[in-house]
């Protein structure tokens, strides 16, 4: 259930802010690293 609903809400927030969602991601996934 939660997978899925994490598909949709990146299915929605890519449309939104389209290359500004996975840019956003991008830094998040930078920041994980660095913790």
């Known amino acids: 259930m939660s997978s ?3 598909s ?3 299915r929605e ?3 939104r ?3 500004v969602g996975w ?3 991008l830094q998040e996934s930078l920041q994980q ?3």
């Open 4 to 6: 899925h609903g994490n």
């Open 8 to 10: 949709l809400f990146l």
């Open 13 to 15: 927030s890519g449309q």
């Open 17 to 19: 802010l389209g290359r």
């Open 23 to 25: 840019l956003q991601r």
């Open 33 to 35: 690293r660095a913790l």
